[in-house]
């Protein structure tokens, strides 16, 4: 069956970086695209970023994560990566990967992913 597991979530102080990875058992990452989202406590989940399929190669992020974070993808591993550098407090919640049927501009609506991971969690704190 068709499975996505995050890694790299882990407590940081403020200012700091991690690498969140997305692996891919069971189906090839190079046709879909996929999102990373983020629920912190208390809140509702939001999309952090997309990117579209290999041959695409669109990435798209939101207004919070614009300039710190970066998605990318290692194809040959199966895997898609964010990148989030000078992490702030609010930043802090478990992340989810998840992968969908390409739409043509944009991130898919939640509703329209197919796949999702179990999540890792990221923690910002002095």
């Known amino acids: 069956q068709l499975h996505l597991v995050e890694s790299g979530g882990a407590l940081v102080q403020p200012g700091g970086s991690l690498r969140l990875s997305c692996e891919g058992s069971?189906?090839?990452?190079?046709?879909?695209?996929i999102g990373w989202f983020r629920q912190a406590p208390g809140k509702e989940r939001e999309g952090v970023s997309c990117?579209?399929?290999?041959?695409?190669?669109?990435?798209y992020y939101a207004d919070s994560a614009k300039g710190r974070f970066t998605i990318s993808r290692d194809a040959a591993k199966n895997v898609v990566f964010l990148q989030m550098n000078n992490l702030k407090p609010e930043d802090k919640g478990v992340y989810y990967c998840?992968?969908?049927?390409?739409?043509?501009?944009?991130?898919?609506?939640?509703?329209?992913?197919?796949?999702w991971g179990q999540g890792t969690e990221v923690a910002v704190s002095s």
């Open positions: 069971g189906f090839s990452l190079d046709y879909y695209v």
């Open positions: 990117i579209h399929s290999k041959s695409s190669g669109r990435t």
């Open positions: 998840a992968a969908s049927a390409p739409p043509a501009l944009g991130c898919p609506h939640p509703g329209w992913y197919e796949h």
